[in-house]
């Protein structure tokens, strides 16, 4: 069984930061590309980051020089590290791998807030 366990979120003040984790098992993960995906109350799914096996990184324009996604491939484990946050980044955040197939993990809330 495949599973993307997602950790780090929580609540933080506006312009502060956030590191996010997520630890995949049962995949070749040097082998997936990998993602962190999004979803606000009342919105859709939105792309924030992705990595390639290669390490080749592609954001959303919402988070552009605010977030940077990386990933250990000794430690099955890809980061999304999150600086200058906005109330507009509250949302859950969702840990993506895809390789032969495409896998979610169960999201790890993230609240910006004074």
């Known amino acids: 069984q495949v599973q993307l366990v997602e950790s780090g979120g929580g609540l933080v003040q506006p312009g502060g930061s956030l590191r996010l984790s997520c630890a995949a098992s049962?995949?070749?993960?040097?082998?997936?590309?990998m993602g962190w995906y999004r979803q606000a109350p009342g919105k859709q799914r939105e792309l924030v980051a992705t990595?390639?096996?290669?390490?080749?990184?592609n954001y959303a324009d919402s988070v552009k020089g605010r977030f940077t996604i990386s990933r250990d491939n000794a430690e099955n484990t890809v980061y999304l590290q999150m600086n200058s946050l906005k109330p507009e980044d509250t949302a859950v955040y969702y840990c993506?791998?895809?390789?032969?197939?495409?896998?979610w993990g169960q999201g790890t809330q993230v609240t910006v807030s004074s």
């Open positions: 049962g995949i070749i993960f040097r082998l997936a590309t």
């Open positions: 990595i390639s096996s290669s390490g080749s990184a």
């Open positions: 993506n791998g895809r390789w032969v197939y495409s896998y």
